[in-house]
């Protein structure tokens, strides 16, 4: 060949490698535009425990200053002590939406897709993996909530993904939540309740919105979850179904078929469709005395109370909802509310009542907790549509 030619396959050589080298690298591919994803540890509900009293009878002159001690010394402290205004920020601040462990929405769509819920695992290391929001923590964490109610957790995990559609042709975006080792405690002095409420080993949840105009869907799945010690036991299935239920061991085959049973003073029934509940009356001195009030203040109350209709409600179990677009899950509700009242006569004169209204209202499950745990929920976004500019009817 001759040193023309060379030179032209030489330079042919050189002007392709350039090209190569200026094709840009392909750029990620965002989320389909609407489509979110939120993981988080714990969601809340909004209700609080306010108790409120009202006095009735004859005010007024000598009366007052013999009433208002009473009020003052006796009845104010135990208002105090049944309030339950900051779990919701509280819990927040360690496990919600205010906390640090928590996954929103990603900014790409990523692969490879994950595994069959629940067999899909949490992409490690976190944090670097596809570039996919998440959280894992290992210690233990336990916010305080006060004098009412306490709570610990173990392990926590969770992530938000946007799978391409080559690697899932749904093109599903979705959260994806686990916790390990839950235990809740309430009023842990109160006579005939046995602590923790609700304890629970592992539990899972997925909300999956895919957008291929295909319906979400929302699973659970848990094992090891207990009831006053064991009094209620069951597992859940993969899918959020309630599996292996007992109650004061006798087995059920599911929650639909579970009677309202008495058991001493409590009362175990379905609550919805995929949870229990567990209720309690209890008398005006056994709430008193568990509140930490000073022994002047309990000895004072009980020598004036009459009546009480408190009940201590207890609900545990998964949940989830599933609209055309969107779908919420959590793997395990942990709720307890306190309801009812407590009638006091003063000196023959003078009628009191503390009432505490219920928190079970409006979506809420109870006014001292409501913690929705595992939480996970998505939406499926638009397809963008034809950018091709119409043509006007008139050069048709």
């Known amino acids: 060949m001759s040193r023309a030619g060379r030179l032209l396959i030489a330079v042919a050589a050189a002007l392709g490698t350039l090209a190569l080298a200026c094709v840009p690298a392909q750029a990620a591919t965002p ?21 409120n009293l009202t006095l009735t009878g004859a005010l007024g002159g000598l009366l007052d200053g013999l009433i208002n001690p009473i009020v003052n010394q006796d009845l104010n402290p135990l208002i105090g002590a049944l309030q339950s205004l900051t779990v919701n920020t509280l819990v927040n601040s360690v496990l919600g939406a205010s906390g640090p462990n928590q996954a929103g929405t990603p900014t790409q769509q990523s692969t490879p897709a994950p595994a069959t819920f629940p067999n899909d695992t949490l992409p490690s ?20 909530l006060g004098p009412l109610a306490s ?21 599903p975006i979705f959260g994806r939540a686990t916790i390990a080792n839950v235990n809740a405690t309430v009023l842990p002095t109160l006579s005939g309740l046995t602590n923790p409420v609700v304890s629970a080993g592992l539990f899972s949840s997925k909300a999956n919105c895919p957008n291929d105009n295909s319906a ?4 659970e799945s848990g094992s090891t979850i207990k009831m006053l010690g064991g009094l209620v ?19 059920y085959a599911s929650v639909s078929v579970l009677p309202a049973i008495t058991i001493g003073n409590l009362t175990v029934q379905p609550f919805g469709p995929t949870a229990i509940k567990v209720s309690l009356s209890l008398t005006a001195a056994s709430l008193v005395s568990a509140l930490g009030l000073p022994a002047s203040a309990v000895t004072a109350l009980l020598g004036y109370a009459t009546t009480s209709t408190v009940t201590l409600s207890i609900i ?3 949940n989830d909802a599933v609209t055309s677009s969107t779908a919420k899950a959590w793997g395990m509700g942990i709720a307890v509310d306190l309801s009812g009242s407590i009638g006091f006569n003063l000196l023959g004169v003078v009628g009191a009542t503390v009432a505490i209204p219920t928190g079970i209202v409006n979506g809420n ?14 939406s499926s976004g638009s397809n963008p549509t034809s950018t091709a500019k119409a043509i006007p009817p008139a050069l048709i």
């Open 31 to 51: 989320i389909t535009p609407g489509a979110t994803a939120v993981s988080l540890p714990a969601y809340t509900g909004t209700s609080t425990l306010r108790a």
């Open 233 to 251: 036991t069951l597992d859940l299935a993969n899918g959020g179904d309630i599996a292996n239920l007992k109650v004061n061991g006798v087995a």
């Open 365 to 378: 499950y109870g006014n001292v907790l409501d913690l929705r745990l595992g939480y996970t929920s998505c």
């Open 151 to 171: 709570l610990s957790v173990g392990a926590i995990n969770g992530y938000t993904q946007q799978v391409a559609a080559t690697a899932d042709a749904t093109n």
């Open 125 to 144: 290391p976190c944090g670097t993996s596809y570039g996919i929001p998440c959280y894992n923590a290992t210690a233990g964490l336990s916010p305080n």
């Open 316 to 318: 545990a179990g998964p």
């Open 216 to 219: 979400p869907s929302a699973m």
